[in-house]
């Protein structure tokens, strides 16, 4: 059975950090990227960031320069490293990860940023 196990969100305020965990489990096959998205409430989901097993690295706008992405491929595990947060950046976060053929998300974290 996949799970993706997603930790980190958190209440902080303007200005802070925190780093979200996803760690991937009973995934067999090579797993093609692994990536954060979020959802605000009225809103659509988007794209944070994603890494490819490549290397290459994505990044929304709103957030070059504040997010970094990052993997343990041993361990099938993505964090993101967020600093200088936003009010506009609350949301669910959550975490997906491909492979050639599937998609798995995982059930989501509460990130709160008050301002």
């Known amino acids: 059975q996949v799970q993706l196990v997603e930790s980190g969100g958190a209440l902080v305020e303007a200005g802070g950090s925190l780093r979200l965990s996803c760690a991937a489990s009973?995934?067999?096959?090579?797993?093609?990227?692994m990536g954060w998205y979020r959802q605000a409430p009225g809103k659509q989901r988007e794209l944070v960031a994603r890494?490819?097993?490549?290397?290459?690295?994505n990044y929304a706008d709103s957030v070059k320069g504040r997010a970094t992405i990052s993997r343990d491929g041993a361990k099938n595990t993505v964090y993101l490293q967020m600093n200088n947060l936003k009010p506009e950046d609350t949301a669910v976060y959550y975490c997906?990860?491909?492979?050639?053929?599937?998609?798995?998300w995982g059930q989501g974290t509460q990130v709160t940023v008050s301002s």
């Open positions: 997906r990860a491909r492979t050639p053929l599937s998609d798995y």
């Open positions: 009973g995934i067999i096959f090579t797993l093609n990227s």
């Open positions: 890494i490819f097993s490549s290397g290459t690295i």
